[in-house]
């Protein structure tokens, strides 16, 4: 299979992947495409088709051919990780805690199994070669470090053409709440299941399965 040239932004299920390709599409004015094929690939025009005031506050049409992709690698029948085939991937990482308790809200499962997937997509970008930028969640929804985390994801993939960031840097403020919005009317939660008394055997947990190095390296910050 011919190596994909369009990077990848992949993470775990509510780790504000669909935040960041709101953002990305803003400023590129280019389609940052979903891997799900069953929803519109355009995160401005995902956040359109349910919430009536982004489409009319966001008058932008992102155009394809993507300029980025996305994807979770949770799903094992969709093939993603022969999908992404060589190209530059991008990780965006969020406490496990929140991000898990948060998916299990929406999705079901167990701790277990989405403790697994979330250790997986670490190990996945840990071995992969060609790496592109790491981002913490906790500094994109950051107002103050994100436009430096937009940028470095922007230049690290080679992406020059950035007609709105202008207006981005402007409306910075009011594109990240038009972004929540959307997000709390598509899935009525943006909040997780905060249990003090379960948070030292989860991320236990997280430790065994990703193991010490792995854990230190990408997750020290949250323990």
Known sequence: MEENKTGVIVSFPRSGNTLLRFLVEYITERVVADYNTSIPSSAIKFYSSHTKSIGETINIEPKNPPIL?????????LDEKNLICG???NLIIRNPFECINSHIKRAGGSYDQWINSYCDIIRYY???ENRGV???YDNLVDLDKQKFVISSLLSVNNIDEQPN???YINNIKDLNSTSKQGYINLYKTVQYNDQESFKEEFFEKVRKNLGDY???KYLKRYR
């Open 134 to 136: 790491l981002i913490y």
């Open 165 to 167: 960031w202008g207006e």
């Open 214 to 216: 792995l854990f230190i």
């Open 126 to 128: 840990d071995d992969y």
């Open 87 to 89: 190209a530059k991937v």
């Open 69 to 77: 992709r996305k994807y979770h690698l949770v799903d094992k029948n």
